[in-house]
């Protein structure tokens, strides 16, 4: 169970295979949710953020990477997942976003009032693990459900 991180920082554009975070030998209960996965670096077309084998449902990550790049590679069915600067992955619920200063602090990865990330998540039986987020902040709703990412408001 992978939950509550923020991966941030990894990789370089000259030499990395991925940037943030290789998920392989995967189980279909394994669960890889609320992560802030962002400013990884990787070579070429690799990917920026995740690379990720099949049967995992990656769900309620914030995935964002360099202008240009591609932010996930593999076979992993990704839902409710915020992805940037563009370069978006089809999926129930996912969104992309072209500026990320409009969501996210670059200082800390967290997100403010007012982001898009907030009140995004599926928040269907979720795991106990996921009931508070990376600061111990509750995830209580805003709207309709909680936040996505590591980071719920506050
Ligand atoms: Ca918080």
Excluded: Q, W
């Excluded at 996912?94 to 200082?107: G, I, K, R």
């Excluded at 800390?108 to 009931?131: N, P, R």
């Amino acid at each position: 169970m992978i939950v509550n991180n923020i991966i941030a920082g990894n990789g370089d554009v000259n030499n990395s295979t991925v940037g943030g975070v290789s998920l392989y030998s995967l189980a279909a209960n394994n669960v890889f949710e609320f992560n802030t996965v962002a400013a990884n670096a990787a070579a070429g077309t690799n990917s920026d953020g995740v690379d990720c084998t099949s049967p995992l449902v990656a769900r309620n990550n914030i995935i964002v990477g360099s202008a240009g790049g591609t932010h996930v590679r593999g076979n992993c069915n990704y839902v409710n997942t915020l992805f940037g600067p563009d370069n978006g992955v089809a999926g129930t619920g996912n969104m992309t976003v072209s500026d990320l200063a409009t969501f996210m602090f670059a200082a800390d990865f967290h997100i403010g009032a007012g982001s898009v990330a907030a009140g995004k998540a599926d928040s269907t039986g979720l795991a106990e693990a996921t009931l508070v987020d990376i600061d111990g902040d509750a995830r209580t709703p805003n709207g309709s459900t909680v936040d996505v990412g590591a980071d719920e408001i506050p």
